[in-house]
């Protein structure tokens, strides 16, 4: 995995848990590597809220792009019509490997970009063939080319301002301890 310049990423490494200095959110530097690196294939879990007030996770293929997500959604997704209705969503995006465990969390707001739409001239289709080949390899648009006449619809998800939470390493935040639990992170926070 390189950076976008081409330069190999600054190595992260925790041995063990609760190793000192070594968890904690993401620079937005990192963030872009974690959500938009072409290795990066790791599944938004979307949450919508369905008509009846409970809420509902569906796993997707994303992009993301100028601060934003975008979701691929088929015609009758029943998570489109719950966005739909209520715009109001959050996202999870995990790594699991240990010791890194990166993850995005964020409160968001839907936008139907588009939609339903078949494949020509639309705006989906570029979205889903980034991911296509992100996440099927590099003939995965071609790989779609026998759906382009199934409409589709494109959903923006935009984080809401302050709503983005990122994180990375096995260890704790500082604020899940008691005072004097922890004082290598009391000492980083001060």
């Not at 950076?3 to 963030?31: I, L």
Request: glycine content about 8%; aromatic content about 12%.
């Amino acid at each position: 995995m390189t950076n976008s310049d081409g330069t190999p990423p600054e190595e992260f490494s925790q041995e063990r848990f609760y190793e000192e200095g070594a968890a904690g959110g993401m620079h937005s530097s990192e963030v872009e590597e974690f959500l938009a690196s072409p290795d990066s294939t790791w599944l938004i879990k979307l949450t919508t809220i369905k008509e009846d007030g409970w809420p509902m996770t569906v796993p997707l293929w994303y992009q993301w792009s100028n601060g934003a997500f975008f979701v691929v959604g088929r015609k009758y997704s029943l998570w489109v019509e719950d966005l739909k209705r209520e715009p109001r969503c959050s996202i999870c995006i995990e790594e699991l490997a240990h010791p890194r465990v990166r993850k995005v969390i964020a409160q968001c707001s839907a936008e139907i970009v588009e939609g339903p739409a078949i494949a020509e001239g639309s705006a989906w289709l570029p979205v889903a063939e980034e991911m296509a080949c992100r996440y099927a390899g590099p003939d995965g648009a071609e790989q779609l080319v026998p759906s382009h006449d199934w409409e589709r619809y494109l959903v923006r998800l935009v984080p809401r301002e302050g709503r983005l939470t990122t994180w990375q390493g096995a260890d704790w935040a500082a604020r899940y301890f008691d005072p004097g639990q922890r004082p290598d992170l009391e000492a980083q926070d001060s």
